[in-house]
């Protein structure tokens, strides 16, 4: 599959913390944890910085899915459960995503997802479509496999895979489908990638903390506060990472998860980083500041 070449100092400025309102669309496997509920919800929930125009369910499979396909059917159904508690229709906002993982690094999944990405990517705005993916990236990919132009009318940006000085690269929304990140990885759209160890898990929060700040406010909260505290028996000493909040406060403000430019690495079948300085250049966060993002998100929820 041949991309076309991105002019570096166009990818440069594309890789630059946005600035004043985004256009966005939210890839997501929203059924898979809870984390991803919170994230939709502060997407939604901050107008006058993103404008959410659709949101897709990604694949998963885990202990909470019989497959790639269920976890997406499962995601979209979490969604329209999310929007329902926004008194928010999911007619033609959100969409369903792939039924399966790549099988080779140029064979796209055909779906709704997709085909509305290629759709909006290609649509005339003033600034790039951000695709805002907390997930499996296999929606994504497939767009970019379908229609290869329009990596230069977008700006990913992913929680998956681990620090590129780490170890390993295996983590659960990367490691759900390897291909798919590769295409990502190698495909030269501008890529902003939020490392999970060290980095978005910082991201954690307690039953105890949810019950002080958000726990009665109004329906969306108390189905937030409720996801999470049957997500555990047991809450003694307990914090859970709301990993994928990392993404949206990027978004909002830069400052709240701290980046560097970096050489993008190659992803090898081994599911490790091999890193080629020559390569080009992508978009790395370092740190996540848990204070600030926990008390945009809290603020934005009790007062929806």
């Known amino acids: 599959m041949s991309f076309p070449t991105l002019d570096e100092s166009?990818?440069?400025?594309?890789?630059?913390?946005p600035t004043g309102k985004v256009s966005l669309v939210l890839d997501t496997d929203t059924y898979n944890e809870i984390d991803d509920q919170f994230a939709v919800a502060h997407a939604l929930l901050s107008p006058d910085r993103l404008d959410v125009?659709?949101?897709y369910?990604?694949?998963?499979?885990?202990?909470?899915?019989?497959?790639?396909?269920?976890?997406?059917?499962?995601?979209?159904?979490?969604?329209?459960r999310i929007l329902e508690r926004l008194?928010?229709?999911?007619?033609?906002?959100?969409?369903?995503?792939?039924?399966?993982?790549?099988?080779?690094?140029d064979a796209p999944r055909q779906s709704d997802a997709a085909a509305d990405l290629v759709r909006r990517a290609l649509t005339p705005r003033e600034g790039p479509l951000y695709v805002?993916?907390?997930?499996?990236?296999?929606n994504v990919a497939s767009a970019l496999l379908l229609?290869?132009?329009?990596?230069?009318h977008i700006v990913v940006v992913w929680l998956g895979g681990h620090p590129h000085s780490w170890h390993s690269a295996h983590e659960f929304n990367l490691r759900q489908d390897v291909t798919a990140a590769q295409v990502i990885l190698d495909c030269g759209v501008p890529f902003v990638q939020i490392p999970c160890k060290n980095v978005a898990e910082h991201l954690t929060t307690t039953k105890a903390e949810l019950e002080a700040h958000i726990a009665g406010k109004n329906p969306l909260c108390?189905?937030?506060?409720?996801?999470?505290?049957?997500?555990?028996?047991?809450h003694y000493a307990w914090a859970k990472e709301i990993w994928d909040i990392s993404v949206v406060a990027w978004l909002l403000d830069a400052s709240w998860v701290p980046s560097v430019l970096t050489p993008t690495p190659i992803l090898t079948s081994q599911v490790t980083w091999s890193l080629d300085r020559s390569r080009h250049l992508m978009r790395e966060a370092t740190h996540c500041r848990r204070n600030p993002i926990f008390a945009d998100l809290f603020r934005k929820l009790a007062a929806a």
């Open 57 to 80: 369910a990604a694949p998963f499979h885990n202990d909470r899915s019989s497959g790639p396909e269920d976890g997406m059917e499962r995601s979209y159904d979490e969604i329209l």
């Open 147 to 152: 229609n290869p132009e329009i990596a230069a």
């Open 132 to 138: 805002v993916a907390i997930g499996a990236i296999t």
């Open 87 to 105: 008194g928010k229709s999911g007619d033609d906002f959100a969409l369903k995503g792939s039924r399966g993982y790549l099988t080779a690094p």
């Open 53 to 55: 125009e659709a949101i």
């Open 10 to 17: 166009l990818r440069q400025q594309r890789l630059q913390p």
């Open 222 to 234: 108390d189905f937030l506060y409720e996801t999470f505290a049957g997500y555990s028996k047991d």
